[in-house]
Structure formats: C-alpha cells, structure tokens
C-alpha cells in the first residue's frame, strides 16, 4: 500500500486500487482507519471523495493507482485501462498514454468483434437463472442494478446484491452463448 500524492497522511491506495483512510484525530475526535467505498459515475469510472483541510474533491481510482504505482512519463497525462475495463484498477492493467492514444486504442478495441472481450462474467439470480456478460454495465442496465453493486460481486466486496451472485469469472473465453 502506497501513499496518496498530496493526502500522504490521510489517504493510502493498494496496487488494485482500494483506497484506507488512515486514522487520525480531527480537532477533537477520534477517526479510526477504514476502507472507503468508492461510487461509481455515470461514466464507468470509480471514484472516491478525498478531504484535506475542509476542501473535498473527487479523483478517480485508475489516477491514483497510476500515479502511485506507475512511472510517469513527461507527456503521457492519460490513464489507459489496457482491458477496457473501467472498473479494473490493477496497476497490471493500466498505463500512461496520450489523449490521442487513449482515443485510437478505445476505436480500435470496440472495432473488433464482441467475442474476443477476454473476461466474461457469469451471473446468477433465483427467479432471471444464469446471464454470462462481458460488460457489468449490460446487467446493470437490464436488471437495475447500480454498477457499483456488480462491481462489488467482481472485486469479492458484495457476496449478493438484489438476489444476483458472481458465479464465475472467465478469462480468455469465447462465449458460446449471446452476450447482453
């Protein structure tokens, strides 16, 4: 676990991207270190809430994993998920890259065909049986679930939510059924 860049003593990051509060005291109470949840936004990105001295700001958890974990390279200011997986946060998985590379390198992924996404997901609920996804955000979007909540089944957090269980996890598979 590394220290948060400018949060050094309020915040540390895990290399996949789970972000402790660290303990401290705050005037006249007592805050005991925890694990925050991160929110996912509309955009398929997490995020977490960070403060320092009153001021809250929102940052991205593929940022701090790669600024904390990965050399910077001058002129490299964007974080490319390699897998297209936005909630992927390992970082194995991510890499600094230009605005355009990051443009041509998500053009050149959604031009290939859907069958060669190397992880699919199998999902059970009791009352809709077995869905297998390559994208959460399909089950999501189908089943109103919050993307967060999947995500959470993916990354071990949620054994359940709203009935659907990760039954499991395939990676570099062709799935012989249609996807969502």
């Known amino acids: 676990m590394k220290d948060i860049k400018d949060y050094e003593d309020l915040y540390a990051i895990t290399e996949d991207g789970k972000v402790w509060s660290k303990p401290r005291h705050t005037g006249y109470r007592h805050i005991g270190g925890y694990w925050m949840k991160p929110q996912v936004y509309s955009e398929g990105y997490e995020r977490v809430l960070l403060c320092k001295e009153g001021k809250a ?3 991205s958890i593929h940022r701090l994993v ?12 964007v974080v490319n998920h390699k897998d297209e997986d936005k909630l992927n946060n390992h970082f194995s998985n991510l890499e600094w890259c230009t605005t355009q590379y990051n443009v041509e390198y998500s ?4 031009r290939k065909l859907d069958l060669s996404f190397k992880k699919w997901y199998e999902f059970e609920h009791p009352d809709h049986g077995i869905k297998r996804v390559n994208r959460v955000q399909r089950l999501a979007e189908e089943f109103g679930i919050s993307k967060g909540q999947l995500s959470g089944l993916v990354n071990g957090r949620l054994k359940s939510a709203k009935g659907w269980v990760l039954k499991d996890l395939y990676k570099n598979y062709i799935c012989p059924v249609t996807f969502y």
């Open 107 to 110: 053009a050149a992924k959604r």
């Open 57 to 59: 700001t929102r940052k």
């Open 66 to 77: 790669a600024e904390a974990y990965l050399d910077r390279i001058e002129g490299l200011d």
